[in-house]
């Protein structure tokens, strides 16, 4: 169990640009979760998909942002034409499908728009 | 829609100290209640889930209790030690027939300072 990793850890961009992070769950696991956490703010659900299909997105999630999970293994989020309110930590998270079963936390993308 | 509310944002103890840190919200069709900590600039690692048809969960010096009924959670936290400072976050979860485990509705959290 290697646990869920997100790459990169820290981005820094200019307003404008696209940005595009990763999420790899733990192996077993097919739920994936995005959350959004701004300073001082508990994280905020965006997305979750189970295998490949995306199951709910939150109206967080603007026509900017997409997600996707093409295989049902790895993830990505991608935000467009990032604007300086996008400026976050990046959380993606994974779970058994099981209820009661917790969801297992990746160390966070920080995103910085400047 | 769910709210989660943790007061106060932040607290500081002495070592040793036993405290108590609240948290409520305001659906009480909840599926299960789970606390978190978060240290700083790190994701979340998850401490005790608390199902719906439970009253507590404990592990080691944690003692998390729910009261759906009330919406009220807490985390209690025996002993203290300069190792526990970090932020605890609760989260919710919604009912089976509204998606369980999916969506987590996480309150700001309690930003907790041990002092040695």
């Known amino acids: 169990d290697t646990g869920v990793s997100q790459d990169p850890r820290h981005k820094i961009t200019k307003r404008g640009q696209n940005v595009t992070f990763r999420c790899d769950p733990i192996s077993e696991h097919n739920r994936l979760y995005w959350y959004r956490q701004t300073l001082g703010q508990g994280p905020e659900f965006l997305t979750y998909f189970q295998n490949e299909a995306q199951l709910e997105k939150s109206r967080l999630l603007s026509d900017r942002f997409s997600a996707e999970r093409p295989k049902g293994s790895f993830s990505t989020l991608e935000i467009q034409r990032t604007e300086q309110g996008d400026s976050a930590m990046y959380l993606c998270?994974?779970?058994?499908?099981?209820?009661?079963?917790?969801?297992?936390f990746g160390p966070g993308t920080r995103l910085l728009v400047l | 829609k769910q709210e989660v509310t943790q007061i106060p944002a932040a607290l500081s103890v002495p070592e040793g100290e036993n405290l108590v840190l609240n948290c409520s919200f305001t659906d009480s069709a909840i599926y299960n209640l789970q606390w978190f900590r978060q240290d700083p600039g790190k994701g979340l690692t998850s401490l005790l889930l608390?199902?719906?048809?439970?009253r507590e969960q404990t592990s080691g010096r944690l003692n998390a209790s729910l009261d759906k009924s009330s919406g009220r959670s807490t985390l209690y936290i025996a002993a203290s030690q300069p190792g526990d400072s970090a932020t605890y976050l609760c989260?919710?979860?919604?009912?089976?027939?509204?998606?369980?485990?999916?969506?987590?509705?996480f309150g700001k959290g309690i930003t907790l300072s041990v002092r040695p």
């Open positions: 608390i199902q719906s048809s439970q």
């Open positions: 989260a919710a979860s919604p009912t089976l027939f509204t998606g369980a485990n999916s969506k987590l509705t």
């Open positions: 998270a994974s779970s058994l499908d099981r209820v009661q079963e917790t969801q297992y």
